[in-house]
């Protein structure tokens, strides 16, 4: 087996033995994404000389003994939606081709104390906005699996690039979906912490009460290892919870004595295919064969999941958008075209709407759209307000559900990855991908997708847990159970 | 004002800049004045990613003014975004305060020194917590060239004070803007620099005009750009007018016109209507996510309330009624702020005749203070040196005029009054000497006694001026009475 | 709920989007029909609900008012797609 196909906490034993260097780790990598990345697209900057000299002052510390963080010497992938500072961070919008960030998120400090070795940035959906990667300003991202097929989104490269190990460990975000979804599609594992957990300081904006870090890797406890890196209190982020960061990486291996999971009944309803619920429901069994509780729970109101999220997501994101106007950083239109249009409006107005309409894409500029109006006066009542009371129905559906079970078990998505360009065209179809994701965004509860399953044809399939905010640490021991009892998470994909 | 064919209806909303060290949202400084874009980071350029968290600081001064006036505190309050498109404004949206704001219902009481109006309570709807926007300068000729933003100013802590539409003429506008100006100083909440822009003034303004078929109201204007309690005297009063003569013109009433924003040209002293929007303003207000409410309790409530100290109201109430003090002379001291006041009531101790410090103060000193612009922390003579010259002045060995020499003449040498009256050869004038002298320039002036005689004290005068050429030293009033004595007895 | 065309350009204005006829329409029927499929909250009673705008129940972050450097000012320039190196610049605000 080679290096690079080892999970990260392997790689991550050989570096502190002084078995490899992370030298020799970064120029794996590096050799994989060169041999593989034309054909996946995961990335939208490989930040190769960076990453080697990083590794090489990693290195350099191990030999004279200095001290060194929990990820020291590991490649970690970026979604390109984290400011890093001096680094070009571009959301996938053409918007922010040439946005330089003079600060950095606080998580890219928090890996950076942690001594890990940043590989590059990963493709996106523009802004976060999408649930298949299609959305990138700059270019598709493929599925390791079948390369006709998208990745999911919109953390697609981060997904992507850890199915086709091009890196051992990657950063996501989730706003609806955009970590679990793509991890499930590509076959790896990926965690949606609780809202608060992980600081959004630095994270650029899609819906701020809904918008979450998380990590992606092949299996559990690389995920936990991440984790215990990116979680805590950060005081830039008012909505960061100080509570204590349990040691994830430690406490992985212990199976939970005692686990009730509930099954939502509105999780296999119409829509679901077959060959997903079957893989799920085997899952189920496997979970009642290591000693589980199974229960059957109502969420009554889970179907509305999706209508809430498409009204508080869009107009979140409306007013989150309006900083991109051509003003202060970003894209501006050519000045050239400022000229008298034949409108009555100023040259300023007009300056706004050009540079808006050429620097987002069709999708960014449809949920703007559909959040200023869902905003708007006459509008707010029967649309924003009544989502945010759905929103509370769907919290305590939650609530009661935790005080029934431990955690939720069911499907991630209705579908294995479909084929590019299958959706484009049909945005409520794309928008019903995220069907059992939103609603863990919309409650602030935790999630995770792990492998549970492959279709006939060889898609992954993935298998979602959920628990009560700030259960993380149970939710990843549950995981790894999972992980100890099966072998999905240990199959990858031919390139 | 009163004669008018109308009656002017005036609410305001006064913008205040809370003296914080730092930003509302960042930690950026707040300080006027230096060189554009260079007091800004990635939260108050409203950069992608960055996050706002909420100055502390600025919430407790504006519950500390929000109490001073008398206003209600909710236990719970929270912030919203106002959204808009405009390049002082980086983020696209402003954070403000919509539905739930951290203070509502309180009053402040106005009344005329100069007996413009009779006194008025003016009801404060609320007073809410806002970010200040950036500085858009904007080429002489419209349209040409490039606007130039500094972002310096953006995030700066704001509290907005939204009166009732409770006063009745431009002279009770001004004065509630030069009350609240002085309530905000005294609580030491805010520079209130209205040439810098701390505190601000827009006034909505409309007229009821009684006619046969009973009042009429005419379309809401809103006033901005008023600089200087002049301007807002000035800036409505020509409104008023122009409302006025718009209605006799159009018969346009409320409602039947959308409200109009005007700005007063402070040059050619006029409003004049600003462009309209390219649409009607839609703010679309909603819950910002990035900021959490704010929660207070009880004690932390009371403990603002206990730190706020004696207020103008209650302090020129206590020099009327504890130190005797005219109305006129309490209102001048407390109107020129919280040291002044200091001042006063340190002299009055000291020198133990209240009215006399109050009328040297509302008199003397603050001729000084004007005459020199200076602010009395600047002034040379401390109350104690004060004190003394009073002390002086009671004991009668110096007549008003021979005491203001004297303090002259201290504030020149820096010297003590008992060094200034040797110096100046002042003396005391001992009393038989003086009688003698009396009984002296009354024997040569047999006519004084006949015209006192007569009924005309005031013929005695002349007496008084003769003594002080034989003797500079003389107590004006100690020559008057003894000769007044005298010429009864003879 | 109808949404018109005329009510979408409205929004475009408010929004500072531009669409061209084409795209306007496209635009229209998106938007119609997801307006069509949000709807469905509209057979949710939630009279007594309490709105839910946070995922968390936490209160005052609150920061001590201490000064913390600014950028240099080259910093904040760097990004800006017109600038006289003291102020951003923009297209005036009025025409004509």
């Not at chain 1, 992606?216 to 995920?223: F, I, N, R, S």
């Not at chain 1, 889970?302 to 950083?329: F, K, M, V």
């Not at chain 2, 040569?444 to 050429?469: H, M, T």
């Not at chain 3, 084409?22 to 939630?46: C, F, G, P, R, W």
Request: with cysteine.
């Amino acid at each position: 087996m080679s290096i690079i196909q080892k999970t990260a906490t392997e790689q991550l034993a050989l570096l502190r033995s002084g078995e490899i260097t992370s030298v020799e780790l970064t120029q794996a990598y590096l050799n994989r994404i060169h041999q593989v990345e034309p054909a996946i697209g995961a990335f939208l900057r490989v930040e190769s000389e960076a990453a080697l000299t990083q590794a090489a002052e990693v290195d350099r510390k191990r030999e004279t003994g200095e001290p060194l963080g929990k990820l020291a010497g590991l490649p970690v992938a970026i979604k390109d939606i984290l400011c890093t500072k001096d680094t070009p961070t571009t959301c996938g919008s053409k918007m922010l081709e040439n946005f330089v960030p003079p600060y950095n998120a606080t998580v890219v400090e928090k890996l950076q104390a942690a001594d890990a070795v940043i590989l590059g940035r990963t493709n996106m959906d523009e802004f976060a906005m999408g649930s298949s990667t299609e959305n990138s300003a700059y270019h598709p991202t493929q599925n390791p699996w079948d390369t006709s097929r998208i990745p999911g989104g919109s953390s697609g490269g981060a997904a992507a690039c850890i199915s086709a190990d091009m890196a051992p460990l990657s950063l996501g975000t989730d706003t609806g979906g955009s970590i679990r979804q793509p991890a499930a599609l590509c076959g790896c594992v990926g965690l949606k912490p609780t809202y608060g957990r992980v600081s959004r300081y630095g994270l650029i904006a899609f819906a701020s009460s809904l918008d979450q870090i998380g990590p992606l890797a092949k299996t559990v406890e690389d995920v936990a290892l991440l984790m215990e890196v990116l979680a805590g209190h950060d005081a830039l982020d008012s909505t960061s919870v100080d509570t204590p960061v349990p040691a994830y990486s430690g406490s992985v291996h212990q199976p939970l004595e005692s686990l009730t999971l509930g099954v939502v009944n509105q999780h296999f309803g119409a829509g679901i295919d077959a060959e997903i619920e079957a893989a799920v429901k085997q899952a189920i069994a496997t979970y009642t064969s290591l000693g589980a509780t199974i229960k059957n729970i109502e969420m009554p109101h889970a179907d509305y999941g999706i209508a809430t999220y498409y009204i508080i997501a869009p107009c979140e994101a409306s007013s989150n958008l309006a900083r991109y106007d051509g003003a202060h950083y970003g894209y501006r239109t050519d000045h050239a075209e400022l000229v008298e249009d034949g409108t009555d409006e100023g040259p300023l107005v007009r300056m706004y709407r050009k540079t808006r309409s050429e620097g987002f894409g069709a999708e960014v500029q449809r949920r703007i759209m559909l959040g200023t109006y869902a905003l708007s006066e006459g509008y707010y009542d029967a649309f924003y307000l009544k989502a945010l009371k759905v929103r509370r129905l769907i919290r305590q559906d939650y609530d009661n559900a935790f005080g029934e079970v431990d955690m939720i078990i069911g499907p991630v998505t209705a579908n294995a990855a479909f084929s590019k360009g299958e959706k484009t065209s049909d945005p409520m179809a794309m928008y019903l991908e995220d069907l059992y994701t939103v609603t863990a965004n919309l409650a602030g509860v935790a999630g995770i997708s792990l492998p549970c399953g492959f279709t006939k044809s060889g898609l992954p399939i993935g298998l979602q847990l959920q628990a009560a905010p700030f259960q993380e640490e149970k939710l990843l021991r549950a995981a790894q159970m999972f992980q100890n009892a099966t072998d999905f998470h240990t199959r990858r994909p031919e390139l | 004002m009163s004669d008018a064919p109308y009656e002017i209806v005036i609410g305001l909303e006064v913008h205040v800049q809370l003296k914080t060290n730092t930003k509302l949202f960042c930690r950026c400084s707040t300080m006027f004045g230096s060189p554009p874009n260079t007091q800004t980071c990635p939260v108050c350029l409203g950069m992608p990613g960055a996050l706002p968290v909420m100055n502390k600081k600025a919430y407790f001064l504006g519950m500390k003014t929000a109490l001073a006036l008398h206003c209600g505190i909710p236990k719970f309050t929270k912030w919203d975004r106002k959204n808009y498109f405009y390049p002082d404004l980086p983020k696209g949206y402003q954070t403000s305060q919509f539905d739930l704001p951290m203070s509502e219902e309180g009053y402040l009481d106005i009344q005329s020194t100069k007996d413009e109006f009779e006194p008025r309570r003016v009801r404060i709807i609320r007073a809410h917590l806002e970010e200040d926007a950036g500085k858009s300068i904007h080429d002489e000729v419209a349209g040409k060239g490039d606007s130039r933003i500094d972002l310096n100013r953006t995030g700066t802590p704001l509290l907005e004070i939204v009166s009732y539409p409770d006063m009745r003429s431009a002279a009770e506008a001004k004065v509630y803007m030069q009350e609240l100006r002085l309530l905000l100083t005294y609580l030491e909440v805010s520079d209130c620099n209205m040439q810098e822009g701390s505190l601000r003034c827009d006034a909505n303004v409309n007229l009821h005009i009684p006619t046969e078929n009973g009042v009429i109201a005419t379309p809401i204007v809103e006033i901005k750009n008023m600089n200087s309690f002049r301007s807002v005297e000035r800036g409505i009063n020509y409104e008023a007018k122009r409302q006025y003569d718009v209605w006799q013109e159009t018969g346009k009433i409320l409602g039947e016109l959308p409200k109009q924003t005007r700005g007063w040209d402070d040059s050619a002293q006029v409003t004049r209507a600003q462009r309209e929007k390219e649409e009607s303003a839609d703010y679309r207000y909603f819950p910002c996510p990035d900021l959490v409410p704010v929660v207070v309790t009880d004690e932390q409530i009371e403990e603002v309330r206990s730190g706020i100290g004696e207020l103008p109201s209650g302090l020129r109430q206590r020099l009327e009624s504890d130190f005797g003090l005219s109305t006129y002379t309490s209102d001048v001291i407390v109107n020129q702020g919280r040291a002044l006041v200091d001042y006063f009531l340190e002299l009055a101790a000291t020198c133990g005749d209240h009215k006399l410090a109050g009328n040297w103060i509302q008199g003397e000193v603050l001729r000084i203070l004007n005459d020199q612009e200076i602010s009395i922390d600047e002034f040379k003579l401390t109350p104690s040196q004060m004190a003394e010259l009073l002390r002086l002045v009671q004991a009668g060995d110096l007549d008003s005029s021979k005491a203001k020499d004297v303090f002259t003449a201290m504030l020149e040498s820096g010297q003590s009054a008992a060094d200034v009256v040797e110096d100046l050869g002042i003396e005391r004038v001992d009393e038989g000497a003086l009688e003698d002298l009396c009984r002296m320039l009354i024997e040569r002036n047999q006519r004084v006694v006949d015209d006192v005689k007569g009924g005309n004290e005031k013929a005695v005068g002349a007496l008084i001026g003769q003594a002080k050429k034989e003797n500079p030293n003389v107590n004006p009033g100690q020559v008057r009475q003894i000769c007044l004595d005298i010429i009864k007895n003879i | 709920m109808s949404l018109t065309r005329q009510d979408v350009e409205k929004v475009a204005l408010l929004a500072r989007l531009r669409f061209d006829d084409a795209e306007l329409d496209k635009i229209t029927e998106h938007m119609v029909q997801i307006v069509q499929y949000v709807d469905k909250l509209s057979e949710l009673n939630t009279e007594e609900v309490e709105p839910m705008a946070h995922a968390l129940d936490i209160h005052n972050a609150l920061a001590e008012d201490e000064l913390r450097p600014s950028l240099l000012r080259d910093e904040v320039l760097k990004n800006a797609p017109k600038h006289d190196g003291e102020y951003f610049l923009v297209p005036a605000v009025l025409g004509e």
